[in-house]
């Protein structure tokens, strides 16, 4: 009964604290405010740096997330009212997500990321994580995709969060586990390659990382290589760059990247299962489509990793893995086993729709 209500608790404790007058800013969870005192309030959140003299200039050092801010004191309060229209959805969509309740923080997010889409802020940065998180929840990941993006660029523009990175090779990356580079033949690719070309709020030269993984998921949903150009000082870029040319470079580059990455599997050099799992799906999806018959079986077999090893870590691949080995053996005329695989990626696919 108890947890029936922890929503309208936590709402009312937040109607009560920022109409209770209090001299300092209260932060969420019991947050300690940065250093100095509060100099500002904007879209960016509650700018906090040293006090300025009589009408000396405004320095903020530091902004906190109008998600974060309960009550931003007694002399900021009132100016504080004209941004209510961000500051309470803000509030209201992490306290559901941190109650597990995605469904419920979507909407509160979805209008805030009309407005903080590629601005580069801790609010923006929170509002684009929690957005690709609650879509992720429910399985939407072309839609999970922008603010995905929009996070990538606020991140490096230096704005920190506390969203949930993956780490690559140890490293946190800017890669999500949740957003594999292959598709299969799943429906709306095209039109989520489409809205991905046309997005306007990237800037290739201030989030250059941020746009290489614009293009470079565009050219997965195409099946289709990396394209000239990329930030490759990002490990993250130079991973999904690597992928895509080993699934679909028909040339020596191609080859040479299947080479690497396979050299690494064997030498159980990619320590992530999910990293793992891209890098067999790229392998051995460059390798069914050799003219060469004990390439394209070895192919399979790196696809097979997936449905036998890696579905925890991959579940979008499982299904997708196992359809292109099944076409792959199909062609070579093993009816039997390709049928076989077929059912199996079928019944993956129904597992994935039943989870809650």
Do not use: C, N
């Amino acid at each position: 009964m108890i947890a029936r209500y922890a929503g309208l608790i936590a709402v009312l404790g937040f109607v009560v604290a920022s109409q209770t007058a209090r001299a300092e800013p209260v932060l969420a969870g019991g947050g300690v405010p940065p250093e100095g005192a509060v100099v500002a309030v904007g879209f960016e959140g509650l700018g906090f740096g040293p006090s300025p003299g009589e009408g000396g200039p405004v320095e903020v050092t530091e902004w906190v997330a109008w998600s974060r801010v309960i009550d931003p004191g007694d002399e900021w309060r009132e100016r504080a009212t004209q941004f209510r229209g961000v500051w309470d959805p803000a509030w209201r969509a992490r306290d559901r997500l941190l109650r597990g309740d995605t469904l419920g923080a979507e909407p509160l997010l979805e209008e805030l990321f009309e407005i903080y889409a590629g601005r580069a802020d801790p609010t923006a940065a929170e509002v684009a994580a929690g957005l690709a998180r609650a879509r992720l929840a429910r399985g939407a990941r072309f839609s999970a995709l922008e603010p995905w993006l929009s996070w990538v660029s606020a991140h490096e523009a230096g704005i920190s969060s506390d969203a949930t990175r993956d780490t690559l090779d140890g490293e946190p990356t800017v890669l999500l586990a949740a957003l594999p580079p292959f598709f299969g033949d799943e429906e709306g690719a095209a039109r989520a390659a489409e809205r991905l070309r046309v997005v306007g709020w990237i800037d290739p030269e201030r989030s250059r990382a941020a746009d290489s993984l614009r293009r470079l998921y565009v050219a997965a949903m195409g099946d289709e290589p990396a394209p000239d150009g990329l930030y490759t000082s990002d490990r993250g870029v130079r991973f999904l760059a690597q992928l895509l040319d080993a699934a679909y470079r028909d040339d020596a580059l191609g080859g040479d990247a299947r080479a690497a990455l396979a050299s690494r599997l064997r030498r159980r050099e990619i320590p992530e299962p999910w990293a793992e799992a891209w890098a067999r799906v790229a392998v051995g999806t460059g390798m069914v489509r050799s003219i060469d018959v004990g390439e394209r079986l070895e192919g399979v077999t790196h696809l097979l990793h997936l449905p036998a090893r890696l579905s925890k870590a991959a579940p979008s691949l499982a299904p997708i893995a196992l359809r292109t080995a099944a076409s792959a053996l199909d062609e070579l005329g093993e009816k039997e086993s390709a049928a076989t695989l077929w059912a199996e990626a079928e019944r993956f696919d129904t597992q994935r729709r039943a989870l809650p």
